[in-house]
């Protein structure tokens, strides 16, 4: 019984604490999104990604191609020269994969791209939320983004918009790119508009046709 007390004024003294404490959130993926440099640094490591894919697809379309080539030839060749050709074939399935390592893996060639393009942003991030914190008297600062079960976030505590600022992204800025984004997605494109006037004229000559053609029957 006593244990049960003494674990019951524990809670109460953490849920005090807590709400003696000062919070608030924000959005790490909004904000990343609004940075340019971010947008830039990760056309970049999306480039490289292309190219290294490429580069290995290459790699196992020359494997496929010697795969098959030996398979059409295995029955005419000697012994020697067949394990000689199979020593190949192990040769470059172990080149491909270890390209596939090197580029994809863990601590690999495109880890360390990312490393070197975006960690410096995100501790641009963090160390801007360090000021805000430090500023505003903030203990915790959440990341809505981090998937943590956040259920509700009241506005009021919302600091997404402070950050861009202090890393100096305007809120015109901001509100910009939500404007650009909406107006993209409701405007209809000019090729979808040509397309429709197209099929109109086209429809309305089909019935012009139609309509002389029964004339002329009726003559």
């Known amino acids: 019984m006593k244990l049960k007390t003494a674990i019951s004024i524990l809670f109460a003294l953490l849920a005090f604490h807590c709400q003696a404490q000062k919070y608030a959130c924000f959005d790490s993926e909004y904000v990343l999104s609004n940075l340019p440099d971010y947008q830039q640094a990760q056309r970049r490591l999306d480039q490289y990604a292309v190219d290294w894919q490429k580069e290995l697809e290459a790699k196992q379309q020359e494997l496929e191609e010697l795969r098959n080539a030996y398979q059409q030839e295995a029955y005419l060749l000697p012994e020697n020269l067949k394990r000689r050709r199979l020593d190949d074939l192990r040769t470059k399935e172990q080149d491909v994969k270890t390209l596939q390592r090197e580029r994809f893996g863990v601590g690999g060639d495109l880890d360390k791209k990312r490393a070197e393009l975006i960690k410096p942003v995100q501790d641009r991030v963090y160390n801007a939320l360090q000021r805000l914190a430090t500023e505003k008297g903030y203990a915790f600062i959440f990341d809505k983004a981090s998937g943590s079960a956040i259920a509700y976030v009241n506005q009021k505590y919302e600091v997404s918009s402070q950050i861009l600022e202090m890393l100096g992204v305007t809120g015109s800025a901001q509100q910009g790119n939500a404007t650009q984004t909406k107006?993209?997605?409701?405007?209809?494109?000019?090729?979808?508009?040509?397309?429709?006037?197209?099929?109109?004229?086209?429809?309305?000559g089909d019935k012009q046709s139609q309509s002389s053609e029964k004339t002329r029957l009726k003559r």
Request: no cysteine; net charge positive; aromatic share 0%.
């Open 183 to 204: 107006e993209t997605g409701n405007k209809p494109s000019s090729t979808t508009s040509s397309k429709s006037d197209s099929n109109k004229k086209t429809q309305r």
